[in-house]
């Protein structure tokens, strides 16, 4: 039986490669530095009858892709890990630079004592902050360590050989230890901001600026945080009570 080459039934139009089962071919990629980047060889694929060079081309490596997908997450992490290092530091200079100044400085209103000795509230606003920068760094000393080890917050889910997810992603919990550490710093939060409402009423703005200009500082960067923190933890609470008042769990089967 002769072999014959049949005609395309398009005129003009040149018909894709087709390649004949045979030996085994390495998926090719358009992406050359993530295969060249990865640690184990690419995977071999069997090449069916029919299949054309586009497909072939299109068959990366799932390996590469997930691979690069946890690196991306990985630095997302790790720079919002670096903008809590940088601003920790910040807060370390800035509270050392004005608490030494108020230890210096006579009194605006009281020129007999310093302006940490003015009154309990001044003292109580100072020693919050040293309390609040100590507590911020070792928050993110925390998140390093963790980033790291790939624990708590960063752990990461489970996958096969190939990189793939085996199951849903895990739900990350909070240790006792971070627990502790987080219910001190609301602790340290409300602390500070009763301080900072009494100083309102009994003049620290002008007899301790120093000390009170750091803690209005120290408070505005803070209570963003913990606004934004509240707004979902109620979005969250509401859209739950909602899907159980009308059980819309059953459309989720």
């Known amino acids: 039986m002769s072999s014959t080459t049949e005609a395309p039934l398009i005129p003009d139009l040149e018909a894709p490669p087709v390649y004949t089962p045979s030996t085994e071919v390495v998926a090719v990629s358009d992406?050359?530095?993530a295969l060249k980047a990865q640690d184990t060889p690419p995977l071999t694929l069997i090449v069916e009858a029919g299949t054309s060079r586009s497909s072939v081309t299109r068959a990366i490596d799932v390996r590469v892709l997930n691979?690069?997908?946890l690196q991306k997450q990985r630095k997302?992490?790790?720079r919002a890990i670096g903008f809590h290092m940088a601003f920790g530091f910040f807060k370390v200079v800035a509270a050392a630079t004005l608490l030494s100044l108020a230890w210096t400085r006579q009194s605006p209103t009281k020129p007999e004592v310093n302006e940490w000795n003015v009154s309990e509230t001044a003292t109580n606003l100072g020693?919050?902050?040293?309390l609040y920068v100590v507590q911020y760094n070792i928050s993110w000393i925390w998140y390093l360590r963790d980033f790291i080890r790939k624990q708590g917050k960063f752990e990461l889910d489970p996958v096969n050989e190939e990189g793939a997810p085996l199951g849903p992603a895990k739900k990350k919990k909070m240790t006792r230890a971070r627990r502790a550490f987080w219910?001190?710093?609301i602790l340290v939060a409300?602390?500070?901001a009763w301080n900072w409402r009494s100083?309102?009423?009994?003049g620290e703005r002008l007899?301790?600026?120093h000390i009170w200009w750091l803690t209005s500082g120290l408070i505005v960067a803070l209570y963003p945080v913990f606004i934004a923190f509240a707004i979902v933890i109620a979005v969250n609470f509401i859209s739950n009570l909602v899907v159980r008042i009308f059980r819309l769990e059953r459309y989720v089967k």
């Open 190 to 192: 409300f602390f500070g």
């Open 76 to 78: 997302i992490q790790l």
């Open 67 to 69: 691979k690069a997908k």
């Open 183 to 185: 219910c001190t710093e």
């Open 199 to 202: 100083s309102i009423s009994t």
């Open 31 to 33: 992406d050359k530095k």
């Open 207 to 209: 007899s301790a600026p």
């Open 127 to 130: 020693i919050w902050s040293i």
